[in-house]
C-alpha cells in the first residue's frame, strides 16, 4: 500500500499568512494526488486535483505543485473561511489511501 | 448541483450487519466509477472500496481490511450505490461516505454521510 504522511498535523495562522502543507507518498504516484478540505460535521470538498488542477470553484488563492513522491498545498492568503482539516489523497493505485489530515486554525 | 444522498446508517449490535444505499442525481450516474469512504469519529478518512461502470463489467476494489466483509454494488435504473458490511465490529463505528469518482479518478463529489454506530 502506498502510505501518506503530511506535515505539520496542525497549522495555526493568521488572516493574510501564506500557508503551506506538505503530503509525502511512501512510493513515486507520478501527479496523481489531491487535495481536499473538510469542515466539521461536513463531507471533505475536493480543492485539487492532478497534484495541481485547482477544481472548478475552488478559489485561486489554494494551488498544488509536486510531483513523485512530494506535493505541497499552497494557499496564498489565509482567509477566515480557511479553517478545517485538508487531507491528501492518491490515486495512483489500489488501495486509494488518504493522509492523516493537517488541522488549520486561524489565529 | 450533483446531489449523493446517503441513507440506511443507526445502531447495530457487533456481529451483525448493514446495508448502506446512496441515491445520486443531477449526474449520468451509469458514466461514474463509484466510491464509498468512511470516518470514525474524530479520525480520518478510510477509503471502503469502489465499483466501476457498465463497461467496466461492474467491477470491484476493497480496502484489505475489509476485504471478505464488504459488498459494494449498484443499481444504473435507480441511480443507487449500496454498501453491504457483514460480521461488524465496534471498530466498524464511523460516518459512511459515498462519493462520485471523476474522470481523473479523484473524489469530485459526496454525499453528507451517513453514521453507523456498532454497540452492544
Known amino acids: 500500500d502506498i502510505q501518506l504522511t503530511q506535515s505539520p498535523s496542525t497549522l495555526s495562522a493568521s488572516v493574510g499568512d501564506r500557508v503551506f502543507i506538505t503530503c509525502r507518498a511512501s512510493q513515486t504516484i507520478n501527479s496523481c494526488l489531491a487535495w481536499y478540505q473538510q469542515k466539521t460535521g461536513k463531507a471533505p470538498k475536493l480543492l485539487i486535483y492532478?497534484?495541481?488542477t485547482l477544481e472548478s470553484g475552488v478559489p485561486s488563492r489554494f494551488s498544488g505543485s509536486g510531483s513523485g513522491t512530494e506535493f505541497t498545498l499552497t494557499i496564498s492568503s489565509l482567509q477566515p473561511d480557511d479553517f478545517g482539516t485538508y487531507y491528501c489523497q492518491q490515486c495512483k493505485s489500489y488501495p486509494i489511501t488518504f493522509g492523516p489530515g493537517t488541522r488549520l486554525e486561524i489565529k | 448541483e450533483v446531489q449523493l444522498v446517503e441513507s440506511g446508517g443507526g445502531l447495530v449490535q457487533p456481529g451483525g450487519s448493514l446495508r448502506l444505499s446512496c441515491t445520486a442525481s443531477?449526474?449520468?450516474?451509469?458514466?461514474?466509477?463509484m466510491d464509498w469512504v468512511r470516518q470514525t469519529p474524530g479520525k480520518g478518512l478510510e477509503w471502503v472500496g469502489r465499483i466501476r461502470k457498465k463497461t467496466n463489467s461492474y467491477t470491484t476494489e476493497y480496502a484489505a481490511s475489509l476485504k471478505g466483509r464488504v459488498t459494494i454494488s449498484r443499481d444504473d435504473s435507480q441511480n443507487s450505490l449500496y454498501l453491504e458490511v457483514n460480521s461488524l465490529q465496534t471498530e466498524d463505528t464511523a460516518v459512511y461516505y459515498c462519493?462520485?469518482?471523476?474522470?481523473?479518478?479523484?473524489?469530485?463529489?459526496w454525499g453528507q454521510g451517513t453514521l453507523v454506530t456498532v454497540s452492544a
Open positions: 462519493a462520485r469518482v471523476s474522470n481523473d479518478y479523484v473524489l469530485d463529489y
Open positions: 443531477r449526474f449520468t450516474f451509469s458514466d461514474h466509477y
Open positions: 492532478k497534484a495541481s
